[in-house]
T-cell receptor, first 114, second 115 residues
Framework: GENVEQHPSTLSVQEGDSAVIKCTYS??????FPWYKQELGKRPQLIID?????GEKKDQRIAVTLNKTAKHFSLHITETQPEDSAVYFC?????????????FGAGTRLAVHP | DTGVSQDPRHKITKRGQNVTFRCDPI?????LYWYRQTLGQGPEFLTY????????KSRLLSDRFSAERPKGSFSTLEIQRTEQGDSAMYLC?????????????FGSGTQLSVL
């Protein structure tokens, strides 16, 4: 089936700590894995993405890792700051049955406490 | 503002009424997506267009929903005979490319409340 599962649903950390959010996908043909950040009352915005030909990608305090064998990918935020507080969504394309679409996870609400 | 714009921002309607939303994508983008988002959930795929062609429509989508993108520019999403379960944020997004490996640019959404 077509599914993207995301864990945890909520995550609370102290400022300066690291945060990790994990997603699993079901379609083995998926080849692109973006992460979107949605602040309260605002539109989702892409923060980082990874393609299936690499295992890790970093952008300052944010990194994404991909394990294609296990069909999971993770978002890592280091040295968290209060402005990192938001809902984070992972996504993966699904091509099963010739029916193509980009599927989003249910989201992780991250709270960074000063 | 050269981003994705959606109109209206909010819509309150009575059950059974028809509603229509509009999305204006970034001008050079060939792909346009409609998603629905309810509180505490991720965006749920509804349909997408490549230029003026509607390439996919969610199998979970009721026949009461229809979308158009005439001339491959703006798009409209119509919901006929609205139900309370249709209450949600309707998000539009656009991208430039031929696959699902491009960055999506989202609009601010239309919040629909069906009374």
């Amino acid at each position: 089936g077509e599914n993207v599962e995301q864990h945890p649903s909520t995550l609370s950390v102290q400022e300066g700590d690291s945060a990790v959010i994990k997603c699993t996908y079901s379609d083995s043909a998926s080849n692109y894995f973006p992460w979107y950040k949605q602040e309260l009352g605002k539109r989702p915005q892409l923060i980082i993405d990874i393609r299936s030909n690499v295992g890790e990608k970093k952008d300052q305090r944010i990194a994404v890792t991909l394990n294609k064998t296990a069909k999971h990918f993770s978002l890592h935020i280091t040295e968290t700051q209060p402005e990192d507080s938001a809902v984070y969504f992972c996504a993966a394309p699904s091509f099963s049955g010739g029916y193509n679409k980009l599927i989003f996870g249910a989201g992780t609400r991250l709270a960074v406490h000063p | 503002d050269t981003g994705v714009s959606q109109d209206p921002r909010h819509k309150i309607t009575k059950r059974g009424q028809n509603v229509t939303f509009r999305c204006d994508p970034i001008s050079e983008h060939n792909r346009l997506y409609w998603y629905r988002q309810t509180l505490g959930q991720g965006p749920e795929f509804l349909t997408y267009f490549q230029n003026e062609a509607q390439l996919e429509k969610s199998r979970l989508l009721s026949d009461r929903f229809s979308a158009e993108r005439p001339k491959g520019s703006f798009s409209t999403l119509e919901i006929q005979r609205t139900e309370q379960g249709d209450s949600a944020m309707y998000l539009c997004a656009s991208s430039q490319g031929e696959s699902f490996t491009e960055k999506l640019f989202f609009g601010s959404g239309t919040q629909l409340s069906v009374l």
